[in-house]
């Protein structure tokens, strides 16, 4: 896992251990290009697309940068912990 700050030269999505999970909230690390710090932020995952990854309304929330930011922007992320779930 790249510290708070770090700077990310290749694209790099983390599976967390056990896959994805539909209706499922994430605290991430996340960055959106090689230029951008890596900074951490939460992602609501609404469901999967058929290879397992998140799909449709599968979103981003940062603390400080406007707006929401979709899934596939992002340029790097890996999961710190799970927040919870919707419905099971």
């Known amino acids: 896992m790249y510290k708070i700050y770090d700077l990310v030269t290749e694209k ?31 992602l609501g995952v609404g469901f999967l697309k058929e290879d397992g990854s998140p799909g449709n309304y599968s979103e981003i929330w940062n603390n400080s940068y406007g707006g929401v930011k979709t899934f596939r922007s992002a340029w790097y992320i890996e999961v710190v912990k799970v927040i ?4 099971e």
């Open 84 to 87: 919870g779930r919707i419905k």
């Open 12 to 42: 790099e999505i983390v599976t967390p251990e056990g896959g994805w999970k539909e209706h499922t909230y994430y605290v991430i690390q996340v960055s959106y290009s090689s230029n951008n710090p890596v900074h951490t932020a939460i």
